[in-house]
């Protein structure tokens, strides 16, 4: 399926930001002014664009989005806010619309002047030459240890009439739920209210972005926007535009979820932590959100070793009630422990088998209850140390 909706063109340029030379700015400019509404970062430190977007979506409109790679606007007091603003007010003028209808995105190293004339000097060229088919180019212009554009494009159909739901996200490192570290821009073409769109987006980012972890930390520029043009005729106030709309989404932001763990930064494996038959749900989450975060279970994973004792060791400083007697451990369908004991050495070495694919399932079944969560991370390799270490240099 493409990646274009209605009403919506995007495109990118090198501004100069990134070292490489290689693109790293654009926009996403919708026909019509759009409904807009947005999920942020819930980091106490808050980079500009995040605080100027915070405002300017209270309006519930927008028409559109600039973003930058190469440097996050973070940590850079009062003159961040007025340079995300001057980015803003020269996309406005370029595309001749009126500057509080522009959201800034900004992603990179922190505690950096942003390069404002660079950007505007870049500006006219780049709103020149949006298209259709633009959203790629946004993807690739994302980037940052990022190696694949994350995309999505999911379709809807209510009656004779279809709407589309296309986004763009970058995201490889600081992963943690509660909004993944990351961008995410998603068009529509359906017609929606603030307070609905907005409730939409934050049960899609519970489903998706809040269930993955790649190393525990949170960013300062973590943003999730979501702009709906309408022009598909189909409106969220109809139930079941609202219900199909909703799946939609969901299924849209879970796959750009899996792929941002899926290159979470040195990875080599997808792993999803399933929690089941706890007391309740919130146990359930932090058990597996304790698992996955864990670095000795994450390096046992690239190291391909069935070492159930981390996973044991994990669950048990959960912060949770569990019985250890009652515990049982699948990698995929192989059972490696059984009521808090090993299965023995055939067993391991069938998770063993298990641990040299790229994508399965540790299930963790504690039989206290009827709730269970999954969460979604990846293992902790030694590229993960080369790449953090060296990203500024």
């Not at 359906?190 to 489903?207: M, N, R, S, T």
Request: proline share 3%; hydrophobic share 45%; aromatic share 4%.
């Amino acid at each position: 399926m493409k990646l274009q909706v209605p009403g919506f063109v995007a495109g990118a340029v090198a501004a100069g930001l990134k070292k490489d030379g290689k693109n790293d700015l654009g926009i996403i400019f919708s026909e019509v002014p759009a409904c807009a509404a947005g999920v942020f970062t819930t980091n106490q430190v808050q980079a500009a664009p995040v605080l100027l977007d915070k405002e300017r979506i209270k309006s519930g409109r927008c028409q559109a989005i600039v973003a930058n790679s190469g440097n996050a606007n973070a940590c850079t007091g009062r003159q961040g806010i007025e340079d995300a603003e001057a980015v803003a007010r020269a996309a406005a003028t370029a595309l001749r619309i009126p500057e509080e209808l522009v959201l800034v995105a900004s992603t990179g190293v922190i505690g950096q002047p942003l390069d404002v004339s660079a950007i505007g000097a870049a500006m006219p060229k780049l709103a020149g030459h949006l298209s259709p088919a633009g959203l790629y180019d946004l993807a690739q212009a994302l980037m940052t240890t990022d190696t694949f554009p994350k995309t999505a494009s999911k379709q809807g159909r209510i009656s004779d009439k279809t709407f589309t739901v296309a986004a763009v996200a970058k995201g490889a490192g600081m992963i943690l739920p509660d909004m993944a570290t990351m961008l995410c821009f998603v068009c529509t073409d359906i017609g929606a209210e603030p307070d609905l769109l907005g409730q939409a987006l934050k049960d899609a980012v519970a489903a998706s972005f809040n269930t993955i972890t790649v190393d525990g930390d949170t960013s300062t520029n973590d943003t999730v926007l979501v702009l709906a043009n309408g022009l598909s005729g189909l409106n969220l106030k109809v139930a079941a535009c609202a219900a199909t709309f909703q799946k939609t989404l969901n299924e849209a932001l879970f796959t750009l979820a899996l792929q941002i763990v899926r290159d979470g930064e040195g990875a080599t494996k997808l792993v999803s932590i399933r929690v089941k038959r706890a007391s309740n749900q919130g146990d359930a989450r932090q058990v597996a959100y304790t698992v996955a975060h864990s670095p000795l279970v994450k390096t046992a994973l690239f190291g391909e070793d069935a070492n159930w004792g981390r996973i044991m060791a994990a669950v048990g400083r959960a912060g949770v009630r569990i019985n250890p007697d009652t515990i049982d451990i699948y990698f995929d369908d192989v059972c490696m422990v059984k009521n808090g004991q090993g299965c023995g050495r055939e067993a391991e070495a069938a998770a063993v088998r298990v641990l040299k694919t790229d994508r399965f399932t540790i299930t963790i079944d504690l039989k206290l209850g009827s709730e269970g969560a999954t969460v979604h991370t990846c293992d902790l390799s030694t590229d993960y140390v080369r790449i953090n270490a060296n990203y500024r240099s």
